[in-house]
């Protein structure tokens, strides 16, 4: 089983930075989609940020332009860089891999990490 391993989290004051990053093993990383997820508590969890095999970056409205995602495929990590951190911001962020195959479709989570923008 593909396993990811979530760090980074923390508390940041508004303004402030943090990346988070999400290590894969047990996985050829390079041939899957990634993306990085939040969710608050009591709400569902939604689409941050993903990246494709082949590069391809998409962000939701609400990053405004503040997170990047990238990806290091010899290192088997993703990264959700955020800068200008506000409080709204604060919610458990999940990372995601897929990919499509011919037999089975393969969908793995991190376990969260927690994101607190406060002063």
């Known amino acids: 089983q593909v396993q990811l391993v979530e760090s980074g989290g923390g508390l940041v004051q508004p303004g402030g930075s943090l990346r988070l990053s999400c290590a894969a093993s047990?996985?050829?990383?390079?041939?899957?989609?990634m993306r990085w997820y939040r969710q608050a508590p009591g709400k569902q969890r939604e689409l941050v940020a993903g990246?494709?095999?082949?590069?391809?970056?998409s962000y939701e409205y609400f990053v405004k332009g503040r997170f990047t995602i990238s990806r290091d495929n010899a290192k088997n990590t993703v990264y959700l860089q955020m800068n200008s951190m506000k409080p709204e911001n604060t919610d458990v962020y999940y990372c995601?891999?897929?990919?499509?195959?011919?037999?089975?479709?393969?969908?793995?989570w991190g376990q969260g990490t927690q994101v607190t923008v406060s002063r």
């Open positions: 047990g996985s050829i990383f390079s041939i899957y989609n």
């Open positions: 995601n891999i897929w990919r499509i195959g011919t037999g089975a479709n393969y969908d793995y």
């Open positions: 990246i494709t095999s082949g590069g391809f970056t």
